[in-house]
């Protein structure tokens, strides 16, 4: 909710119509008081006519992100192009004036990272990453529930995302199985939420990897269908890190964390999102949630646009910076390269 009235709304484009725009950031804009979806983009254009229809009906559609930026006063955009575009019209974004708010994996190498991040600084506008995870009620809850101590120390993490694979999400997302065009398969579509989820919740940075990727059905894709990976702590505690697009049956989204003085199990059980069990004195926590951070359950909750667009006035903090993608980012690209030289690998420091 904007705060004060004067405010004019925050002009937003959005560079890419596809299923995240449709299921996340156009409806989330189009609830939100705070900002007008301006322009929309996408190489297709009937996409971006279609999401005008349903979600933006004052916006200018585009083709082209460029012409887009260079007619359009716009003070921010969403990028949710393939994941090796997102470099590419990041930068162009913030050249153009726009503070930027890119999809996870926020790029396909830490040298783009790290231009995605200087070039957010040069033009002094606010670069966030869209690991929405940290936005979702259960894990803000459980944030709190680890921040208070009641736990004690993060002994060992265990944390798993997966589903049947991205050709039951986009219909247009063949690009997904492609290498050049997606980078990274299950890894870092899926992988890369957990990672950063695991360094939200735990506040612990992950110093060296082992790890083993795998097609095992995704015969015709490029990149990997599944990914296993361990963890070691700069603290010396451990974890494992598992995505896959090959899970039946029910999607795994779950982290449990096992502590000094007990466990807690975030979305693992059915119909219990969070619990923790003590052992001193023996007992077993359901924690309440609190409320979605926007009201639009269609949106899956998370808010990412108002939080995205109050960051940019500077009434929160970012709730993923440029820098927190890129060392989430970081993790991945050791696993990739552990699995490739079936080494363990160092995680690149960043600061
Ligand atoms: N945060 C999340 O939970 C989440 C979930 C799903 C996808 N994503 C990310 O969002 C991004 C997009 O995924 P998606 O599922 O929407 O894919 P999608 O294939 O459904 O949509 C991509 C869109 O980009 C358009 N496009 C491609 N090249 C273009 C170009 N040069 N200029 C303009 N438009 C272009 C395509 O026509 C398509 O409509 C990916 O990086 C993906 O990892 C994030």
Redesign the pocket.
């Given at each position: 909710m904007l705060n004060r009235k004067n405010i004019e709304p925050f002009r937003a484009g959005i560079?890419?119509?596809?299923?995240?725009?449709?299921?996340?950031h156009a409806p989330d804009y189009a609830i939100y008081e705070g900002a007008v979806i301006a322009a929309l983009?996408?190489?297709?254009l009937a996409?971006a006519h279609e999401m005008r229809e349903r979600f933006a009906p004052e916006a200018a559609v585009y083709?082209?992100?460029k012409e887009m930026l260079r007619k359009e006063p716009l003070d921010g955009v969403t990028v949710?192009?393939?994941?090796v575009?997102?470099a590419a019209?990041t930068i162009t974004s913030l050249k153009a004036g726009c503070h930027v708010l890119v999809?996870?994996?926020m790029a396909s190498s830490l040298a783009e990272a790290k231009r995605m991040i200087a070039a957010a600084k040069a033009a002094k506008k606010v670069l966030m990453v869209?690991?929405?995870?940290r936005r979702s009620a259960v894990h803000r809850k459980a944030k709190e529930v680890l921040d208070s101590g009641i736990l004690g120390k993060v002994l060992t993490v265990a944390a798993c995302f997966g589903h049947e694979g991205?050709e039951n999400?986009?219909?247009?997302?063949?690009?997904?199985f492609n290498k050049s065009q997606?980078r990274f398969g299950a890894m870092?579509?899926l992988g890369v939420?957990k990672a950063d989820l695991i360094r939200f919740l735990t506040g612990k940075e992950v110093a060296e990897v082992n790890a083993f990727t795998a097609r095992l059905e995704k015969k015709r894709a490029t990149v990997e269908d599944n990914f296993v990976s361990c963890l070691r702590f700069t603290d010396g505690s451990i974890g494992t890190l598992t995505a896959s697009w090959t899970t039946k049956g029910m999607d795994a989204d779950y982290v449990i964390l096992h502590c000094a003085n007990g466990s807690l199990r975030v979305n693992e059980i059915p119909g219990k999102p969070l619990v923790a069990n003590l052992v001193d004195p023996e007992c077993t926590i359901e924690f309440e949630l609190p409320e979605p951070l926007s009201v639009y359950k269609d949106s899956w909750g998370f808010g990412v646009s108002e939080g995205f667009v109050r960051a940019t006035r500077g009434q929160e903090k970012p709730f993923c910076s440029g820098i927190e993608g890129a060392k989430s980012l970081a993790i991945i690209l050791a696993c990739e390269k552990a699995a490739e030289s079936a080494k363990t690998t160092k995680v690149a420091i960043l600061k």
């Open positions: 560079i890419g119509c596809g299923a995240i725009t449709e299921h996340l983009c996408d190489a297709n996409r083709s082209d992100y949710t192009l393939p994941n575009l997102h019209a999809e996870k994996p869209n690991q929405c995870q991205p999400w986009s219909p247009t997302g063949k690009w997904f997606a870092a579509d939420h």
